[in-house]
């Protein structure tokens, strides 16, 4: 399997090559030069699968055995899900007539872990072969960043810079970050929104003499292998859903960058029956209108009880449109300068029609999604965290939906007790990090400022 870009200007790359490069050189996302596509018996088979053993048969179709050993990917991927604290590590629950499927049980409590764990893994392994320095520029608007840091925290060769909006995280999201003191460990709070901190981190891939120069690497979801590691919890909730019988599934999925749900437009490609992907987003609606009207035009953002989706410019977007557009990158790359150039674009009746049947979009409010926690704690006994109530109350109710949890109570749990009036428990590993000592740089949004303080660290 070889990784070509949305925008056309990069020849076919190995996966190893594509999760060093993170963005494409020539701007775009990488995507696989062929979906790999999955039989009904194949389906079956993995149902009865652990996740760390549907997780080797799922990105093993992606990944070429001479460029990373079978046996070295699956050692990657035993170890990137054993630091997860429950057995089943994304387990599927009934939860009054709905399923929620539970992401949340890595070490940061965010599904970003799912991810980021093997992403902190195959850097390692990559660079151990190869050799050097990696460099890894991210920016949060929360989870991403302590997930990403836990990741790759203390290994050797990897430096990592993080990137969040000053104030606009939750207390315990800041102090995720910021308490990790190892010495490859570099928070910065930028004096801006996440789409700025966004802007910052694509500004600096763009500047491909400072790419090349300090060897950067990506932990956003525009990193392929993050997306790649999201596809198998799809079909993994398929299998325990279904046990054994071959059914079509809806997924609701609480969304901002668009890469969660692009993980699931991709098993759904590969083969797996899905009969609707819910798109659900707070009051930063860009995505759900795009899905209702085919325009794509950035407001600004407003701050709400789901931080981790307060975003405006979905990066991983790109992805998706390109599939959209029968796989034309010109078309693909006219779209993207007009959405610089006049901060939005739209595409025809036609091109939107052919997002149907598969994808239904709701933007949810912040009273919602407040009552859809507390109707959930009410009616089923079962806490929310404001970003999984956010995909639940777009599921609007019908049965047998799969809702992505993706992130605990516990991260949130101003929301949930102005909700429910009652504390989420707090596990463990969050206890102590309150009170740990933090280590954090302040700085100007601007793409000099954060380009200086690198270069000022790594010398
Ligand atoms: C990042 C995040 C999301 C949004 O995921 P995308 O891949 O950006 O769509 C939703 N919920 C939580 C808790 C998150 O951390």
Known sequence: MRYISTRGGVAPVTFSKAVMMGLATDGGLLLPEKIPAVDNATLNKWSKLSFANLAKEVIGLFVEPRDIAKADLDTIIENSFASFNHPDVTPVVKVGNRYVLELFHGPTLAFKDVALQFLGNLFEHILAKQGGQLNIIGATSGDTGSAAIYGVRGRKGIQIFILHPNGRVSPIQERQMTTVLDDNVHNIAIKGTFDDGQAIVKQLFNDLDFKNKYQLGAVNSINWARILAQIVYYFYAWGQVNKGTNKTVTFSVPTGNFGDI????????????????????NRNDILSRFFNTGTYRAGTVAPTISPSMD?????????????????????????????????????????????????????????????????????????????????????????????????????????????????????????????????????????????????????
């Not at 149907?356 to 006994?381: G, M, R």
């Not at 609007?396 to 909700?419: M, Y």
């Not at 596990?427 to 954060?450: H, I, K, N, Y």
């Open 262 to 281: 692009f993980a699931g437009y991709m098993a759904h490609r590969m083969g797996l029956p899905i009969e609707n992907l819910i798109l659900a987003t």
């Open 311 to 459: 975003i405006q410019i979905s990066s991983n977007f790109e992805r998706y449109l390109y599939y959209l557009l029968d796989e034309d990158s010109a078309k693909l790359k006219s779209l993207m300068e007009q959405l610089d150039s006049d901060g939005g674009f739209s595409v025809t009746e036609d091109v939107l029609a052919k997002t149907k049947p598969l994808f239904l979009a709701k933007a949810v409010s912040e009273e919602e999604t407040s009552a859809a926690i507390k109707a959930v704690f009410k009616q089923d006994n079962y806490i929310l965290d404001p970003h999984s109530a956010v995909g639940v109350c777009a599921a609007n109710g019908r049965s047998d939906v799969i809702c992505l949890a993706t992130a605990h109570p516990a991260k949130f749990g101003q929301a949930v007790e102005d909700a429910t009036g009652r504390t989420p428990d707090v596990p463990a590993v969050l206890q102590g990090v309150m009170d740990s000592p933090t280590r954090c740089m302040l700085l100007p949004a601007t793409f000099e400022a954060v380009r200086d303080c690198m270069q000022k660290v790594l010398g």
